[in-house]
């Protein structure tokens, strides 16, 4: 059995739609045919789609020779539709609601009349796209903040689509970094690929790490797409893409607050479980959530602003979790004062966005979020003294686009992002370099300090994970065709450091040395991610009722590891490694391809099926675990453990009994 896959081939997919389903493209659109009283089709019918939400108020198009119409771009809102042409009364479709990637129908009917005379048709808003084959789940903000998921952020939609497998969360206690951020499977497909505003924002550390955590009262929308990409999608697994907000001409502001503590736990603690041993259960003893938003113009109709603060934070008593009161010394002792330890989270956004009119063609926007977090992270069974502090400071989003309507049939599109993600950790306070950690191999119970070298996981830095995105693409749009083509292009790097106190870590038999780890740490290792790059076209063409999704895209990826230098440890002379390129270097051609029926003519249920060509890794969405495998200071011995008796040189030797491995 292979251990990866270059590409997986996604079988044909038939699904009969009824209004419980969006299927959605990446940017939302309005798109129908314009017909008179006779049923005769009308060409050149101006079509303007007007919404608050849009910065220039009003998108225009005019029908082609079938009286087909398509608007593409539109951002998430509320819109009126007007159809206007000399001779014929003028036609209104009111309350149209587009959510973020959802392609409307809205048809129209016009008679002859005056064009002062206007015809206002309300109704409700198309709930089925029949026009895209990619399955995808939306969420507004106000879902989120009103459903009682217990967290706010981009993966609670994880929670709410059938088929994902992601860990349970009771009241906002799992925090931040613990409810399968990036991590959890949609019908045993691995990792997600997070998105802000289209643009990728996962680090390179791959095993299902964010990096980059989205402020959720600064999105209007989140969306999960779980298959049947076009050929701009670089995905065969989910994406979840967050749809930021703009401001608007009136000025509105938010404020929220959240509390709770373990007076509003109930305890469960009873005499037979602390006579057995069991001393203090795990518990909520703080989480907080302050944020405050405000939104508004700072010239009308030119340039809105949005800004937004939160902080949000968590403290969870870990059961049975106490420091050693004989800290530094070989032997354990629970400090029962001190109280057990815990685990905890403090998180904080600043978040500020521009979206400014240049001139009527011309619409830019810049993003800026800058947070300081901070979290003590546990292993399941251990000592209070032997968790790591981490420092994710900072972590930081910056973001611009860029689009350009060059006619009403040519829209030019671009966009930069650059995440920023740093990591390093720490030892708890009250722990020096010096104290060692030890693990109880009767128990599985470590003290003294934390250890999880193995895991990828100790003391140190830099520790960095920075990705950088471009992307480009040009719309040809027509009434029965959507031609689209682009390409994305993303860089960045990896800068991996960690160590253990001491270079080593004792296991004992209760009291009884049995062995010592010996590491080679400092542990450095680089990679470099040059060119992740896509390169798509893509159709979507409408035949009456059949709309067809055509799309070829070529994928590129290269990745490699530059000259390293490790100087000399305490078990180690100094290493040096040469550089290792084209680990690896894939060049792909994609094919997608996907059909869209409107069954009955009255865009309310759609037979779909699709057929796509991707490149993936199934253990990991971002492509990085084949190149740290390939990296020569990972592949190099790390560590050795060797047997230890404390005994071996008898009684009366000053180096019997002293509880250091004398080697």
């Not at 659109?29 to 079509?47: A, R």
């Not at 009364?89 to 959510?99: A, C, E, I, N, W």
């Not at 993003?367 to 930081?396: G, K």
């Not at 934390?450 to 994970?465: A, D, K």
Request: charged share 15%; hydrophobic share 35%.
């Amino acid at each position: 059995m292979f251990q990866m896959e270059r590409a997986r081939i996604g079988g044909f997919i038939l699904v009969l739609l009824f209004p419980l389903a969006a299927w959605a493209q990446q940017s939302s659109g309005i798109s129908g045919q314009v017909k008179d009283v006779s049923g005769g089709v009308l060409p050149g019918v101006t079509v303007e789609a007007a919404s608050p939400v849009l910065i220039e108020k009003v998108r225009t198009s005019v029908t082609d020779g079938e009286g087909r119409y398509r608007l593409v771009d539109l951002r998430p809102g509320t819109y009126v539709v007007t159809f206007s042409l000399a001779g014929f009364s003028t036609f209104k479709r009111d309350g149209v609601v587009l959510t973020a990637g959802f392609t409307a129908e809205i048809d129209a009917e016009m008679r002859v009349g005056s064009v002062t005379e206007t015809v206002t048709v309300s109704g409700q808003s198309p709930l089925v796209d029949v026009h895209n084959v990619r399955g995808q789940t939306s969420v507004s903000d106000e879902t989120l903040d009103t459903l009682p998921s217990g967290q706010r952020n981009m993966t609670m939609l994880q929670f709410l689509t059938p088929g994902f497998g992601t860990p349970t969360d009771v009241g906002g206690s799992g925090g931040i970094y613990g409810t399968g951020y990036g991590g959890a499977t949609f019908h045993g497909k691995p990792r997600n690929k997070l998105n802000f505003d289209n643009m990728r924002v996962n680090s390179w550390e791959g095993i299902g790490s964010g990096g980059y955590h989205t402020n959720p009262d600064a999105v209007e929308e989140i969306t999960l797409e779980t298959s049947s990409g076009l050929a701009e999608s670089s995905s065969s697994g989910t994406v979840i893409n967050s749809v930021p907000k703009e401001g608007g001409n009136t000025f509105r502001g938010n404020l929220a607050f959240l509390f709770g503590n373990d007076s509003l736990q109930a305890n469960n603690l009873s005499p037979e479980l602390v006579a057995a041993g069991f001393l203090a259960p795990g518990k909520v003893l703080s989480l907080w959530d302050v944020s405050g938003t405000l939104g508004g113009p700072i010239m009308k109709d030119r340039l809105w602003f949005f800004a937004a603060i939160r902080y949000f934070g968590n403290g969870l008593q870990r059961p049975n979790s106490y420091y050693n009161k004989t800290q530094g010394t070989p032997f354990y002792t629970p400090d029962l004062a001190r109280g057990p330890g815990s685990r905890s989270e403090d998180w904080n956004s600043h978040v500020l966005r521009l979206t400014w009119q240049a001139s009527p063609k011309n619409k830019v926007t810049a993003y800026a979020d800058i947070q300081d977090n901070r979290s003590e992270l546990p292993s399941s069974n251990s000592a209070a003294e032997a968790y790591y502090r981490w420092t994710f400071a900072p972590i930081s989003l910056f973001q611009a686009g860029w689009t350009y309507p060059l006619t009403n049939r040519v829209l030019l599109e671009a966009g930069f992002s650059a995440s920023v993600f740093n990591f390093p950790s720490y030892n708890l306070p009250g722990v020096s370099p010096n104290d060692i950690s030890i693990l109880d191999a009767t128990t599985g119970f470590r003290y003294n300090s934390g250890m999880w070298f193995l895991l990828g996981l100790g003391t140190g830095g830099p520790r960095t994970s920075n990705r950088f995105g471009e992307r480009f693409s040009m719309s040809y749009v027509t009434g029965s065709h959507a031609l689209k083509t682009g390409f994305t292009w993303d860089q960045g790097y990896r800068d991996f450091t960690l160590g253990t106190n001491r270079d080593q870590h004792y296991v004992f038999l209760g009291t009884t040395p049995s062995a010592v780890q010996q590491f080679a740490t400092p542990f450095h290792d680089k990679e470099n991610y040059p060119a992740e790059v896509g390169v798509f076209v893509q159709d979507q063409w409408k035949i009456d009722r059949l709309t067809l999704n055509l799309g070829l895209r070529f994928d590129y990826y290269n990745a490699y590891i530059p000259e390293q230098h490790v100087p000399a440890a305490q078990f180690v002379p100094a290493r040096d490694f040469a550089p290792v390129y084209d680990v690896p270097s894939w060049k792909d051609l994609n094919p997608r391809l996907g059909v869209s029926y409107d069954l009955f003519g009255n865009s309310r249920t759609a037979v779909k099926a699709s057929l796509g060509r991707y490149v993936g890794i199934p253990s990991d969405a971002n492509g990085t675990e084949l190149t740290i495998a390939a990296n020569p200071m990972v592949r190099s011995v790390t560590n050795v453990q060797r047997t230890w008796n404390d005994s071996f040189f008898g009684p009366g030797d000053p180096r019997s009994g002293n509880y250091v491995p004398d080697c």
